[in-house]
Structures are given as C-alpha cells and as structure tokens.
C-alpha cells in the first residue's frame, strides 16, 4: 500500500509565497515521474511534473513564479509557488508514478489534496 500526503497549503495574499510538500510512503520500489495537479471549479490543471532524473516540465500560466523539486531520498516532491495570483486558487493534488516491487508494475497514486486560497 502507498500513501501521498500534501502539506504545506493555505491562504496567502497576492504576491505572496507558499510552499507546498507531498511524502509518499508505504511498499515504494522506485518512484518516477511526481508531479502537481490542481483544481478548481470548472478547470483541471497539470501544474508541474518532475522526473526522476529531475527533469521539469512546467503549465505555461506558472512558468517563471513556481518551481518542483524532489528529494529521492525522502521520496518527496516539493512545490514553491511565488508571485502567487488570486486565479492560482484551487485544491492542490500530488501525484506519482511509483513501482511497489522490483518485478511488479507501475501504478498512478494520488493524495487527497491540499487548498491554495490566494486572496486579500
């Protein structure tokens, strides 16, 4: 069994910073691809993905103010969103890609979310 646990949300003013986290834990072989995802009424959004190897990928509407990073060790990915807009608003999920054994397959986990409320 494999659990994702996000921290770090809440509500913060325009312009203003935040730091999200998410540990993964539990049966974990090797863990590939994280990665954040939000929603918001309406909207679902692929936010930043990280590879294992820690390559980047970014949505267009965060390039420039957030930035993943990961912790292999820890198998925890990191998200710190700055420059933070009223529209960054959504419920905040982390996911990974994790192998549980060395001979199974690779299965899509998810945590249950984290709210950025991004307001004044």
């Known amino acids: 069994q494999v659990t994702l646990v996000e921290s770090g949300g809440g509500l913060v003013q325009p312009g203003g910073s935040l730091r999200l986290s998410c540990a993964a834990s539990?049966?974990?072989?090797?863990?590939?691809?994280m990665g954040w995802y939000r929603q918001a009424p309406g909207k679902r959004e692929l936010v930043a993905t990280i590879?294992?190897?820690?390559?980047?990928n970014y949505a267009d509407s965060v390039k420039g103010r957030f930035t993943i990073s990961r912790d292999n060790a820890k198998n925890t990915v990191y998200l710190q969103m700055n420059s933070l807009k009223a529209e960054d608003t959504a419920v905040y999920y982390c996911?990974?890609?994790?192998?549980?054994?060395?001979?199974?397959?690779?299965?899509?986990?998810w945590g249950p979310g984290t709210q950025v409320t991004v307001s004044s």
């Open positions: 996911h990974g890609r994790i192998q549980t054994t060395s001979w199974g397959l690779t299965y899509a986990y």
């Open positions: 539990g049966s974990i072989f090797s863990i590939y691809t």
């Open positions: 590879t294992s190897g820690g390559d980047t």
